[in-house]
């Protein structure tokens, strides 16, 4: 393992996979731009005691899989495993609930979890989620799992499952978690390790288990939809009216209780079969006491956060057009000539327009042949018969029509601009 290689679970993104990632996020604004959210940075280190506090320290995110160090100052901080204790963190520490509500957000960028790295699976990992504070109505839940949802629609992703539950409040869950001690306890010897220790710790997330051994010991356990509170039930119902107006299609599993503290009433998930064992492209849920837990006043809120690497394994079958695609390559012939279209190449840059000038040593079959390589639309040449009547020789690689453009005029990056967007139509 050398030292010039990336970290295990770490990856470069690289052209043109990059262009995938950057369709992404496009799309992923202008959704978040329509449903009046705005971006919040936020950073990538914190105090370890956050994410203990938020994420719950019997979680396998908080025990095994967070990346802590001791900084020069001895404060114990933390790469941050997931956004929103940061995005709740910032709403507190900057009294946003003095704001008028709702306020949303949402943020990008890489997350850390020390996981055993496999397909879809990395150790720095990145994601875009959303955060909207100060609203407890139903309304809310459904235009965010609209809002996924048209994300979705819009990179084109199919084969797409969009899973709901509710696992209740402060009310109801208690009743449920004994219901589920009482059950899980009679089978304990039988449950694996992790198991064991999540009886005593953290009951619901014995639903999650994925060891092949436990999972059949779930069959019978009890179901949080059966003992909802009034309150609960009436939320998660009028979520489903509203999703319905929507046409949002999904599914109800009452195993979707997530596997962090903090969630409250709605979880959910959007999964795929496509990508093996690592089946949630996007996740989240309400959380209505984590505000209060911060310091705030008490303040309803929900979010979601998708996965990056997967969204893009999904969509690396039809990829979008790379727009980056060159425009103009200059193929100077001679140093006069290319000082004059360095020069003329840094005015069409400036003019918005794609352009890579040539080396004026180089022979003009060199310049084709590095034009076709850099996939570019026209090759302007100038040698120094085209210098000396002001013009020079553009061809367009598709077909090989050839014509000529003056390289020293008033409107000459218009010029320019005008041939560039014909690469395919006829060049007046
Ligand atoms: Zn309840
Ligand atoms: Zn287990």
Excluded at 373 to 387: M, P, Q, R, T, Y
Aim: aromatic share 8%; hydrophobic share 35%.
């Amino acid at each position: 393992m050398s030292r010039f290689n990336t970290l295990k679970g770490v990856q470069d993104i690289c052209p043109p996979d990059v262009l995938i990632w950057q369709e992404i996020e496009r799309t992923a604004r202008e959704v978040f731009h329509v449903y009046g959210f705005g971006e919040i940075k936020i950073p990538i280190i914190e105090y370890t005691d956050l994410f203990v506090r938020s994420i719950g320290g019997d979680t396998d995110i908080v025990e095994k899989e967070m990346y802590t160090f001791t900084d020069r100052g001895g404060r114990s901080i933390t790469l941050r495993p997931e956004g929103t204790a940061s995005v709740v963190r910032c709403y507190v520490e900057n009294h946003m609930h003095n704001l008028p509500s709702p306020q949303k957000f949402y943020y990008s960028g890489p997350m850390f979890r020390y996981e055993r790295p496999q397909k879809g699976r990395f150790r720095q990992f990145y994601q875009i989620g959303a955060e909207a504070f100060a609203s407890e109505s139903p309304r809310c839940d459904a235009e965010m799992l609209s809002m996924v949802n048209n994300i979705l629609l819009r990179l084109s992703i199919g084969n797409l499952r969009l899973e709901i539950n509710s696992i209740g409040c402060k009310v109801c869950r208690p009743r449920y978690r004994e219901a589920l001690v009482s059950y899980f306890s009679e089978k304990e010897d039988n449950l694996c390790t992790d198991c064991k220790t999540r009886l005593r710790s953290n009951p619901l997330r014995l639903l999650d288990c994925k060891i092949e051994t436990c999972v059949p010991l779930k069959a019978d356990a009890p179901l949080i939809p059966d003992y909802l509170c009034d309150g609960c039930k009436s939320h998660h119902e009028r979520l489903k009216e509203l999703l319905a107006a929507c046409n949002v299609n999904f599914y109800e599993n009452p195993l979707i209780v997530r596997g962090l503290d903090y969630y409250t009433k709605t979880t959910f998930e959007v999964t795929t079969e496509h990508l093996g064992a690592q089946k949630a492209v996007a996740a989240g849920g309400r959380y209505d006491y984590l505000v209060k837990e911060f310091g705030g006043p008490a303040t309803a809120a929900i979010g979601f956060a998708m996965g990056m690497e997967r969204l893009a394994a999904l969509m690396s079958e039809n990829p979008p057009k790379d727009s980056a695609a060159l425009p103009i390559y200059f193929a100077p012939l001679g140093q006069r000539a290319e000082t004059i279209t360095l020069s003329l190449s840094e005015k069409l840059r400036a003019g918005g327009l794609g352009v890579e000038p040539g080396d004026g040593a180089t022979l003009l079959k060199s310049h084709m042949k590095k034009a076709d390589k850099l996939n570019a639309a026209f090759v302007v040449i100038v040698g120094d018969e085209e210098l000396d009547k002001g013009y020079g020789t553009w061809r367009r690689l598709s077909d090989g029509t050839q014509g000529e453009i003056a390289l020293d005029c008033p409107d000459v990056v218009d010029n320019f601009l005008r041939l560039a967007r014909c690469p395919e139509e006829p060049v007046r």
